[in-house]
């Protein structure tokens, strides 16, 4: 019997000792635990959110066009008789730059300028006789319409005699010459382009949501490829209506262009301002997460990652404008914010 005994009390030693340390185990498993939770925690960068000041430029292409530019051609057809520029050089306004053979229309007009002597001797005689009464109202008034007849003949020979004097219509640079001395040319005929490049106008389309801040006499600025160099221009003309089809407003910029770098034909990159924003929230773009109808960000609080739907505006190479969702003091994860949940536990760097 006293054998048994000490069985059983050797059995009931071991089973109590295996719930105490069952029990002791889950302890410090459960204190563990909670020590650990800070270890646990996700590093993440993050900054707090402070007012800037955000001025918003709006990137768009334009092109180049000159001031002023012009096909040169003939009002009459004829010959070419002498060719007086020089192909990519200035001309001034004014300038003979080729002259058509008149000859024809020279002899023209000596013969109209014949009958219009004849005719107004004819009226001579006819007015005299009127006042003698040996002729009718009627026959003088026939007299006097041919004197006026042949003055205008007169005119019209001499108008187009004119016209065989090609002259620059404004100063600029004249283009390369598509015609040589003895080329017969019709009003069809274009012979050189002309253009005038110490200005050059930029043509650019706006999105309509921005028409109501565009203002005349406002500054933009440009550039072209190939040049690093920043131009700027003036607006000087608006269309007074959005083109319905492209839902865009056009409008006109006049740019200075003295050293001749700017050429009509090419393309530019427009930089045009619009309002600036005193208090605006900028976050880097990193820290914006798309999501299905919208985008969201994570912030800190209580040391743990919260998601935030927010409302974005216009966007720099580094920041993005955030108009709702967010406000002055917030911290915005900046980093690995892929891989955050809401209510994940965080350990947040932050970055000035």
């Not at 048994?4 to 498993?29: D, P, Q, T, W």
């Not at 050059?200 to 006499?217: C, G, L, N, R, W």
């Not at 083109?243 to 200075?256: E, F, I, N, S």
Request: overall charge positive.
């Amino acid at each position: 019997m006293k054998g048994k005994h000490i069985v059983y009390l050797v059995l009931i030693i071991v089973l109590g000792g295996m719930i105490f340390y069952r029990v002791s185990a889950n302890k410090e498993k459960g204190d563990g635990g909670k020590k650990g939770e800070g270890k646990n925690a996700t590093k993440v960068s993050g900054i707090v959110l402070k007012p800037q000041v955000f001025s918003d430029n709006l990137s768009l292409s334009g092109s180049i066009e000159a001031n002023e530019q012009v096909e040169i051609r003939s009002e009459v057809s004829g010959i070419v008789e002498s060719i007086n520029f020089n192909e990519g050089t200035p001309v001034t306004q004014g300038q003979v730059l080729f002259k058509i053979n008149d000859s024809e229309l020279r002899a023209q007009l000596a013969q109209a300028k014949t009958q219009q002597a004849l005719a107004a001797e004819n009226e001579r005689r006819a007015r005299l006789l009127l006042q003698k009464e040996a002729i009718s109202q009627e026959e003088y008034d026939t007299a006097n319409a041919t004197l006026r007849s042949t003055q205008a003949q007169t005119q019209l020979i001499q108008a187009q005699l004119a016209k065989t004097s090609v002259k620059a219509p404004f100063s600029g640079k004249i283009g390369l010459r598509a015609i040589s001395k003895g080329t017969y040319v019709t009003p069809t005929t274009v012979v050189a382009n002309l253009v005038n490049m110490n200005q050059v106008k930029i043509t650019f389309s706006i999105p309509e949501k921005y028409a109501t801040q565009m203002k005349k006499d406002a500054t933009i600025s440009f550039t072209i490829a190939g040049s690093k160099d920043v131009f700027k221009a003036k607006i000087y003309a608006i269309e007074p209506g959005v083109d319905v089809a492209t839902r865009t407003l056009q409008m006109r910029a006049l740019a200075q262009n003295p050293d001749g770098k700017l050429l009509p034909g090419t393309y530019a990159d427009v930089a045009l301002p619009l309002e600036s924003i005193n208090d605006a929230l900028l976050v880097p773009t990193e820290a914006l997460i798309p999501i299905q109808n919208g985008k969201k960000i994570f912030i800190a609080e209580k040391g743990k990652a919260k998601e935030v739907v927010v409302e974005t505006g216009p966007r720099t190479a580094k920041d993005i404008l955030i108009t709702s969702g967010l406000k002055v003091g917030d911290t915005v994860l900046t980093s690995g914010v892929m891989t955050l949940k809401n209510d994940m536990p965080v350990k947040v760097a932050i970055k000035n």
